[in-house]
């Protein structure tokens, strides 16, 4: 089973800056099969990026994902008052698909 | 529109059983992966499982198999996540996605299990 790691576990930035989140797996994910999802207080999750770094249908440019084998990285250019939320990486390359334990994106 | 609505909210007992659904609208509902994620209360994501309609192959996470069934009928374009005797620490959020990309969520389905 593949374990991801995510961190920081907690990000404190200001609207306007520029957020990096990091995903490290414990063995290369094949395919670069990695999501990034976004889940905001009392919603469901939604897909941001998919195969590492392809944004999603309707997901604003200012996300970005790159990475590749172990480790991975979700970048948000410039933080708009709704981007602050949870996120999650997830690898979907081989079963189970597992789920990193999530970086709180907060408000500083 | 893709669409995954699921079941309404579910108040149990420990020791009783229990099945959820999960309906897919707006494609091919047979020819899509479904899975399943639990979300413990103020905590994070954990996969379940998944299943192919068209033949119901099915995939678990060591952590849940055994534990739930993971089933479909693709007449009614329907999944299932079902219980057959539930404990206070299945008292989480359920949701269904499509494919293994998780491309699509379902709203939640929110199970509490108490005596």
């Known amino acids: 089973e593949i374990v991801l790691t995510q961190s920081p576990g907690t990000l404190s930035l200001s609207p306007g800056e520029r957020a990096t989140l990091s995903c490290r797996a414990s063995q290369s994910v094949s395919g670069r099969y990695l999501t990034w999802h976004q889940q905001r207080p009392g919603q469901a999750p939604r897909l941001l990026i998919y195969g590492a770094s392809s944004r999603a249908a309707g997901i604003p440019d200012r996300f970005s994902g790159s990475g590749s084998g172990t480790d991975f990285t979700l970048t948000i250019s410039r933080l708009e008052p709704e981007d602050f939320a949870v996120y999650y990486c997830q690898q979907y390359g081989s079963s189970p698909y597992t789920f990193g334990q999530g970086t709180k994106l907060e408000i500083k | 529109e893709v669409q995954l609505v699921q079941s309404g909210p579910e108040v149990k007992k420990p020791g009783e059983s229990l099945k959820i659904s999960c309906k897919g609208f707006g494609y091919s509902f047979t020819t899509d992966w479904i899975g399943w994620v639990r979300q413990m209360p103020g905590k994070g994501l954990e996969w379940m499982g998944i299943i192919f309609p068209s033949d119901s192959d099915t995939r678990y996470s060591p952590s849940f198999q055994g534990q739930v069934t993971i089933s479909v009928d693709k007449s009614i374009n329907t999944a299932y996540l079902q219980w057959s005797s539930l404990k206070a620490s299945d008292t989480a959020m359920y949701y269904c996605?499509?494919?293994?990309?998780?491309?699509?969520w379902g709203q939640g389905t929110l199970v509490t299990v108490s005596s």
């Open positions: 996605t499509r494919r293994p990309v998780a491309d699509y």
